[in-house]
């Protein structure tokens, strides 16, 4: 019944969408600003041009917020790293690693502040925080797995088990990004790509 109604002419969906994009936004430039601790809910509304009523419609506390942002980084990141290597032509495994990093570095350090709000700010906030991390941990990691298998069957790399490979990558590639974060004189993206590239060459290719 509520999703026909409308408000000033302007759909109740539509102004919800509308309220949950700007205190996103907010999210974002404070979060990466001021500081996820440091942020308060009520600048966050004001930043968004709301009421205190306005978050609470949305979210149910700040950490809400932040999970969501992170979810939506990481989304971001996997699908565009997913869609690439679904459609990638080449076979050659270091081409694909290649390409692998490349987009997912364009994608996370297109911006910035997702970049901080990911590596930097969401970093050891809460339990539920810290489960979600493990499962894009999770998630990122059988990407990976994937990549070193087709690496394998190529007779690029020895055919093992890959798990605790891809888990090291991930972990040495957030370590990268965060330093990456911690710096003003920030290295160049082609720095950090270089190393991931090494690295995930090195350890997949290794002989156990």
Known sequence: MSAGRSYGGVPLARRREDRRARLLAAGVELFTSTGYQQTKITELCAAAGMSNRGFYQEFDTKEALLLELYVRTNQLAFDHVSQTLTTLETSDPAGRIDVLIDVYLAAVTSDPRLARLNYVEAIGV?????????????????????????????GFAPRRDFRLTAIM????????????????????????????????????????
């Not at 539920?128 to 797995?145: K, M, Y």
């Open 169 to 208: 990558i991930v972990g040495a590639i957030t370590g990268l990004l965060r330093e990456w974060q911690n710096h003003a004189a920030r290295y160049p993206t082609t720095e950090i790509a270089a190393e991931a590239k090494a690295l995930i060459l090195a350890s997949i290719t290794r002989r156990v």
């Open 126 to 154: 809460s339990p539920a925080v810290e489960a979600l991390h493990v499962e894009w941990v999770g998630r990122w990691s059988e990407l990976i797995e994937g990549e070193a298998d087709r690496a394998a069957e190529a």
